[in-house]
């Protein structure tokens, strides 16, 4: 049936609102990418930016529902993210991905998709495996280590860690408060978004506050 499909060339227009650009969170399950992805999103929103997010769990529950976790699902399942993005950017959006997207090929591939209309920021979110185990509130780590869930990335399936992100940001050393003013501050530099403007009830740090390191355990979901 699906040798009957043909896709069609539609008469868009070629007219591209300036200003769009996909941030592309990714790392394992439980590294902490919706968590930091979830600060950055209102700070971009309180900038002037059109926000949109999508997230690996959102997306499999509508536009992937029905895909498994072999390697040809996973690769519909972020090509079809990177499309979408690509069409969100064209029209000025700052869109946040955040899906594990574990290998290099497929997320270079939503790279093009998307550099066609806007900047693609690649934030690689670095956690051990270890780590995130120790995180994961729903056990899905203890039961992929015990053979009980199959092609678990991280753990049975590769993660392939980016080799050139643009950001990189390590949850083992540093709070999702900081990971997300890093990211930021990134997007500062890149002339993405515009510098904050300074309130007149910003008197500095407190003396004496510190951060705490640790990334709150987020439920682990969807594994694509």
Known sequence: MT??????????????????????FTGLSGSGKSTIAHLVGPELDRRG???????????????????????????TNIERIGWVASRLTRQGGAVIAAAISPYEET??????LVEEFGSFVCVYVKASVEECARRDVNGLYAKAFAGE????????????????????????????????????????????VPAAQPSVRDSGPVEGARGNREVPPTPTGARA
């Open 149 to 192: 869930i199959k092609g678990f990335t991280g753990v049975d399936d590769p993660y392939e860690g980016p080799t050139s992100p643009e950001i990189v940001v390590d949850t083992e050393e540093t709070t999702p408060e900081e990971a997300a003013a890093l990211v930021v501050a990134k997007l500062e530099e890149l002339g993405l």
């Open 49 to 75: 930016c059109i926000v949109e997010y999508l997230d690996g769990d959102t997306v499999r529950t509508h536009l992937s529902k029905g895909l498994g976790f072999s390697k040809e699902d996973r690769d």
């Open 3 to 24: 040798e009957n499909i043909h896709a069609h060339e539609h008469p868009e227009s070629d007219r591209v609102r300036e200003g769009g650009f996909t941030l592309w």
């Open 107 to 112: 997320r270079r591939k939503a790279r093009e």
